[in-house]
């Protein structure tokens, strides 16, 4: 690549995506004309959380390469620079970033550069980290470079040694706070229907709450309730009333783009209210069971702030209700019992609250 396409390739790149970067001395005091030779690189590769699906060092290494029509990077024992990239994820929104330290052999910083590109895939980033590699990588050697060239190191070095030596690290940056975590959280309603241990389908209305704070496992409040008639023998009806309330731990939030899924734990309380003709002496009731909820919520957002969810759950309790009324001679007798294992599903639009 000449001198003249770097320029064009390095104004473009930083017009476009707004890289940040410094070269110490670079136009105050220019390099001599053989200083544009290339120099042999070192490429050291670090990546934090979330960045699993982007390049990989040696595919970056091919592709700068490939951009520079030659060799640029050798190992550690043979290179005259190190060019130190550090690849991070942060989200809300979703982005990309890469800070870029090119250090001389004796470790002093020769340049830096950031690059954030909003994304919801690594992939989508790809194109801009490599082609701000190549500029770095592509930097000529600076009169500094020289000067340590020519000046012999204060202590001899060495004799080799069989254990590989560290990489050079650049110096640590300020007291920035990168990809810090910070509070998460929706809130979900829609329509749901259960399905019982007695095959009795039942429509109704789900609504929750999931927030992850940092530090902490993510805590979930749920609440479904649901209506529906029952015929009694004596060919009256009443309607019983049930409301599910489950108070839930969550595993880890698995993240995925603008997917989320939730699994969730915890106890779990159910309200049953029945009313009509014959239902015991009074023709009302009011009772309650407790056991324990599962439950999974999928989330997939579709604007800022907003998602549309899918749950699906199981509640338990070892407690059933016998709900009875009143025969043709006045007698009790049970016309049904509640059971005790309920599934239920449910979809609708959650709403981010942080």
């Known amino acids: 690549m000449s001198a003249r396409t770097r320029g064009t390739l390095t104004g473009a790149l930083v017009c476009v ?11 105050a005091d220019p390099a001599p004309a053989h200083a544009l030779e290339a120099t042999r690189v070192w490429l050291d590769w670090e990546t934090g959380p979330g960045t699993e699906g982007c390049i990989s060092r040696d595919d970056a290494a091919k592709e700068v390469e490939r951009t520079l ?19 991070e994820r942060a989200e809300t929104p979703s982005r990309y970033s890469a800070h870029m330290t090119l250090l001389s052999a004796r470790g002093t910083p020769l340049g830096e550069r950031d690059i954030t590109i909003e994304s919801t895939s690594c ?27 020519k000046t012999p190191p204060a202590m001899p070095p060495s004799p080799p040694v069989a254990t590989t030596p560290p990489p050079v690290r650049p110096p640590p940056r300020p007291a920035e706070k990168r990809n810090e ?50 015929d009694t023998p004596q060919g009256g009806t009443f309607w019983q009333s049930t409301s599910q309330i489950d108070a839930s731990v969550c595993a880890p939030s698995l993240r995925r783009g603008k997917f989320e899924l939730d699994g969730c734990l915890g106890p779990q309380a159910t309200l049953y209210v029945a009313w009509g003709s014959g239902l015991m002496e009074n023709r009302s009731g009011v009772s309650a069971t407790f056991g324990g909820a599962l439950r999974v919520y999928g989330t997939v957002a579709v604007a800022r702030g907003v998602r549309l969810f899918g749950t699906l759950g199981l509640s338990a309790t070892p407690q059933r209700i016998d709900i009875k009324t009143l025969d043709l001679n006045g007698q009790k007798m049970s016309i049904h019992e509640t059971s005790t294992v309920t599934a239920v599903s449910s979809i609708g639009v959650a709403l981010d609250i942080f």
């Open 69 to 87: 029509g030659r060799r640029v990077f050798v190992a550690r024992e043979e290179a005259e620079r190190t060019l130190h990239v550090q690849l």
């Open 181 to 230: 975590r910070r509070w998460q959280g929706f809130v979900g309603f829609g329509p749901a229907v259960t399905f019982d241990g007695n095959a009795d389908f039942a429509p109704g209305l789900h609504v929750f709450g999931l927030v992850d704070p940092p530090g902490f496992l993510p805590l979930a409040l749920s609440g479904l309730q649901t209506v529906r008639p029952f």
């Open 123 to 149: 992939a989508g980033a790809t194109d801009g980290i490599t082609l701000a590699l190549s500029i770095m990588a592509d930097l000529a050697r600076t009169r500094e470079e020289e000067e340590e060239a």
């Open 17 to 27: 995506l707004g890289l940040t970067s410094y070269v110490p001395g670079a136009l």
